[in-house]
């Protein structure tokens, strides 16, 4: 028995996040740091945890120019999975799997991991192929991914449209059952609060306007909204704006910005008990414990640092998620938004050193980096810590784009662009 009261239990669970924002508040930057991490997201926050959890470096900034997890760790649509189709990205993504699978218990902080499975939909020949392909090679890397057929689908998920008259008719599926959802701004907190209880600064409203050099071109610090900070290493973590970031070390990256968004319905009871997602009729759908149907599609066709999207990809995707889901076409959506992410030429995520020494970058993740957060922070931890790559992210070098070694995943991000 607790020896509090239901309502006692109630009232520190509404009160924690306060409680523990007073704790941890923007802290006076100090004058120098060993390591400056720019961008308070999931992979940022969690690079500093790591660093001071399993290296014992605490002597690190993280700065935020807005607020923690207000970019994309706390606009996507939380779908995690590793079923990606070359060695090198299912060693990152399972790896990440892994940890998100003890993430509550290591942080003491409920991030509502959901293993409840991700399905998605073959409509075409092409579609069966890609998808068999993709069993076949995750199974030969120890990661789970089944086959189903249209029957079997359904019987996973009973609200969906199987009947051949459909204009695209599910002809059946590939299931990760080990993959799932969880909640996005949880993760950002989470780190947050372990890496400050380390000793970890994390530094809001401080925005970078300038990385500094020394004469011999290594890193010296960064100028920003509260003043220059100096620094031995940087390490870049500012997704959709990485480029802009880069350029003030006066590093040019192969990267787009595009705008994705998703939306919401009014909450509904538990009719959706899985992630479906569907390449071809190109829409995607999970339910979220609130109830909400949470819904997107692709990113806007052009280039763009717009948080909101346009209208037209929300029609599509509706009408999309109408075609698979005819029992939600009377449904109404609540809330729609964007994000800015970050797409390289191969779709596989930059991890490592730059040209410039003491400088470090981790972005690329497009439409698809929420899901690799832990894995991510994990190994850039152990590359900043150590100076070496960790060999997870070994391949996931920015000179890759001289070298022509690519990692090409470009059916990884699924319907996502
Ligand atoms: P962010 O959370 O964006 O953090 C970067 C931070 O850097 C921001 O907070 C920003 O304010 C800060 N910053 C930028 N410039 C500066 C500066 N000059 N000074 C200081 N701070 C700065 N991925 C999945 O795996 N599954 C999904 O289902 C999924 N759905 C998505 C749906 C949408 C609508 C969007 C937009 C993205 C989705 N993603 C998904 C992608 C995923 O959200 C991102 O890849 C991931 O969250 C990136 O995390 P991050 O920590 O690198 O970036
Ligand atoms: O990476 O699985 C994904 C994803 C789904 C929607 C956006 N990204």
């Given at each position: 028995m607790s020896k509090f009261s239901f309502f006692e239990i109630m009232r520190k669970a509404l009160n924690h996040n306060e409680d523990w924002q007073r704790q941890w508040a923007d802290p006076e930057p100090k004058k120098d740091y060993d390591i400056i991490i720019i961008g308070g997201g999931g992979h940022g926050l969690g690079t500093a945890c790591y660093l001071a959890?399993?290296?014992?470096?605490?002597?690190i900034a993280v700065l935020e120019?807005?607020?923690?997890?207000?970019?994309n760790t706390g606009r996507n649509t939380t779908i995690i999975r590793?079923?990606?189709?070359y060695d090198e990205s299912a060693a990152l993504y399972d790896h990440s799997v892994r940890l998100w699978e003890g993430l509550s218990q290591d942080l003491n902080?409920?991030?509502?991991?959901?293993?409840r499975g991700v399905m998605m939909l073959a409509h075409t020949d092409h579609d069966r192929h890609s998808f068999q392909r993709h069993i076949h090679a995750n199974r030969l890397n120890g990661i789970d991914n089944e086959w189903l057929d249209a029957g079997q689908a359904q019987d996973y998920c009973p609200a969906l449209d199987i009947s051949p008259a459909a204009r695209y008719p599910v002809i059946g599926a590939a299931l990760q059952r080990r993959g799932g959802v969880a909640r996005h701004d949880a993760v950002a907190w989470g780190y947050a609060r372990a890496a400050s209880e380390c000793g970890v600064h994390i530094i809001q409203n401080c925005e970078v306007t300038n990385i500094t050099r020394h004469a011999n071109g290594s890193v010296s610090g960064v100028e920003t909204s509260r003043g220059f900070i100096g620094a031995k290493k940087i390490a870049v973590v500012?997704?959709?704006?990485t480029s802009n970031v880069m350029r003030m070390a006066g590093v040019r990256m192969p990267l787009e910005s595009y705008p994705l968004q998703a939306l919401v319905s009014e909450p509904l009871k538990p009719v959706i008990p899985c992630v479906i997602m569907s390449n071809s009729v190109h829409a995607y759908i999970s339910q979220s414990d609130k109830g909400e149907l949470v819904i997107g599609a692709g990113t806007d066709q052009y280039v763009s640092y717009s948080q909101t999207g346009s209208l037209p990809v929300i029609s599509h995707t509706l009408e999309a998620i109408c075609e698979l889901f005819?029992?939600?076409?009377r449904v109404r959506m609540m809330r729609s938004w964007g994000g800015i992410v970050d797409v390289t030429p191969d779709r596989s995520p930059i991890i490592g050193e730059t040209p410039v020494p003491g400088l470090f970058v981790n972005c690329?993740?497009?439409?698809?980096?929420f899901k690799a957060t832990p894995g991510s922070a994990h190994v850039f931890a152990h590359h900043l810590a150590t100076g070496t790559p960790h060999p997870v992210n070994?391949?996931?070098?920015?000179?890759r784009f001289e070298t022509g070694?690519?990692?090409?995943?470009?059916?990884?991000?699924a319907v996502a662009h």
């Open positions: 959890k399993e290296h014992g470096l605490t002597n120019k807005g607020w923690i997890g207000g970019g590793s079923n990606y189709l902080y409920n991030v509502m991991f959901s293993q500012a997704a959709g704006n005819p029992i939600f076409r690329g993740w497009g439409t698809g980096g070994a391949p996931f070098t920015l000179k070694r690519l990692i090409d995943e470009a059916a990884a991000a």
